[in-house]
Antibody, heavy 122, light 107 residues
Framework: QVQLQESGPGLVKPSGTLSLTCAVSDASITSTNWWTWVRQPPGKGLEWIGE???????NYNPSLRSRVSISVDKSKAQFSLHLTSVTAADTAIYYCARQFFYASGTLNFDAWGQGTLVTVSS | EVVLTQSPATLSLSPGERATLSCRAS??????LAWYQQKPGQAPRLLIYDASIRATGIPARFSGSGSGTEFTLTISSLEPEDFAVYYCQWRSNWLITFGQGTRLEIK
């Protein structure tokens, strides 16, 4: 059973860069999955941030594209999120997750990290 | 870009009752729609994918239906552990969207 674990600072200053890492265990990061970041502001709904394939291919939420970068480090079996120029609106629980190819050919979120709260505040 | 609109925002029911949650897409998504359940303090859990296929380990009381722009998640007889927030979700080749969620609360 794949395990995902987020790590990184829980407090980031306004205008700074939010950086998180997701460690993948009990699964190969080079398998045919998309590795994904999703966030959830306190008391609100889910927002997709972006995703990375083990080849380095990425897709991003158009609303965040100018500020976000997601990368993969196969040697360390981890992938990372960088979000620049943060404001209080970026305060959220950040989840890393795996999208798995099901037999039907569709991708679905089948595994999630526990989530980590990142607060943007001076 | 597809927008997913869920209704109602909040649904108040009692254990044993039937729950019907709706997800409407702004454009046809064919059958490419999934449903997730999220309990307080937990990550979401996949319930249904491809509109009607139950994920592994999901009880038979959960069912999904629909295609195109109209989708429904039905819980046939509510158990106490079913009271949670439910999200629908769609992805294209390069974009993922979630609905805003339906909160299912105990009446």
């Amino acid at each position: 059973q794949v395990q995902l674990q987020e790590s990184g600072p829980g407090l980031v200053k306004p205008s700074g860069t939010l950086s998180l890492t997701c460690a993948v265990s009990d699964a190969s990061i080079t398998s045919t999955n998309w590795w994904t970041w999703v966030r959830q502001p306190p008391g609100k709904g889910l927002e997709w941030i972006g995703e990375v394939y083990h080849t380095g291919n990425t897709n991003y939420n158009p609303s965040l594209r100018s500020r976000v970068s997601i990368s993969v480090d196969k040697s360390k079996a981890q992938f990372s999120l960088h979000l620049t120029s943060v404001t209080a609106a970026d305060t959220a629980i950040y989840y890393c997750a795996r999208q798995f190819f099901y037999a039907s050919g569709t991708l679905n979120f089948d595994a999630w990290g526990q989530g980590t709260l990142v607060t943007v505040s001076s | 870009e597809v927008v997913l609109t869920q209704s109602p925002a909040t649904l108040s029911l009692s254990p044993g009752e039937r729950a019907t949650l709706s997800c409407r897409a702004s454009h046809s998504v064919r059958h490419y729609l999934a449903w997730y359940q999220q309990k307080p303090g937990q990550a979401p859990r996949l319930l249904i994918y491809d509109a009607s296929i139950r994920a592994t380990g999901i009880p038979a009381r959960f069912s999904g239906s629909g295609s195109g722009t109209e989708f429904t998640l039905t819980i046939s007889s509510l158990e106490p552990e079913d009271f949670a927030v439910y999200y629908c979700q769609w992805r294209s080749n390069w974009l993922i969207t979630f609905g805003q969620g339906t909160r299912l609360e105990i009446k």
